[in-house]
């Protein structure tokens, strides 16, 4: 054993993590995780019924947008380098079936055809598959007659509402109902209606978190009663994520989700070992709003804090992460 300059005993050669550090292009050569703009998914409101784009209060920068503002949005972000949308759907009808979720006509309907029809195969369109913009009562699932949330009823309405965004050109739809059986069953119909090339990204771990208000304040989603407990995953459970992860691959599903992103980063990481399926994260509205917030008010860096944020989660182990930040990173990663 030898004595070092700053007096410990340690093993010959002294070890010198600094010497890696010197200066930024050897931090740049030994960086182990690097972002792409090819790893974000930006998340889109479409709105029916508005003529412009509106604010959305919570969400800094972040508008609700008619169709007819879309193909300059998705356009804007394509020349970024973005490839990857997540649409969601804001319509003007509610009812307690969801029926405006399947309708073909349907204002996510109509904008898919339209993005698909000016982009071609060059913009991957992925699409939320849920109930609660559609529900007059706000929950992701049919209300039963005895009030909770049915779940084989809800799953043959989200399979529904896949087919009819696969029939409108979605490459991807998204289930985020988190009920039971939602992927398999999905599954089933997309085959059995001939979208058999339509991917299925599982929301498979989502949990009931509070850092979803600001989305709900941009979907229009608040439940009316209740809270999503009975169906969303409670934060404290790791293994239940795994279980919900391994059903949904299990079911078919072609890439996981896990949600919230930053709070769940040990999630990720058991994902990402556990399967050889993708793993996508979803940095949700509350992680975007956090950030904003705080940078408008200048007590932290945005740029830094986004970068941190989003370089974290993809070294937890996501291979694409859904962002509000998605513009924002592209940007910087451009520069
Ligand atoms: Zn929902």
Known sequence: MKTNRIGNSVSFPAL?????????????????????????????????????????????????????????????????????????????????????AFDDTGVIQRAISLVRKHFGNKIVIATDVCLCQYTVHGHCGIVSKSGHVDNDSSIKTLAKV???????????????????????EIRAVLDSRGFSDVAIMAYSAKHASPLYAPFRDAAHSTPEFGDRRSYQMPFSNSKEAMREIEADINEGADIVMIKPAIPYLDIIHQARNATNVPVCAYSVSGEYSMIKAAAMEGWIDEDSVVTEFLTSIKRAGAGMIVTYHAKKMAELLNR
């Open 16 to 100: 010198r993590l600094r010497r890696l550090r010197r200066t930024a292009a050897i931090r740049d050569l030994v960086q182990e995780t690097r972002l792409s703009v090819k790893d974000l998914i930006a998340p889109i409101f479409v709105q029916d019924g508005i003529k412009r784009p509106r604010a959305i209060e919570s969400m800094p920068e972040i508008y609700r947008l008619p169709t007819e503002s879309l193909i300059d949005e998705i356009q804007s972000l394509f020349d970024l380098g973005l490839r990857s949308v997540l649409l969601f759907g804001v319509p003007l009808r509610k009812d307690d079936s969801a029926s405006s």
């Open 162 to 184: 896949a087919a009819s965004h696969a029939s409108a050109g979605a490459d991807i739809v998204a289930p985020s109902a988190m009920m039971d059986g939602q992927v398999q």
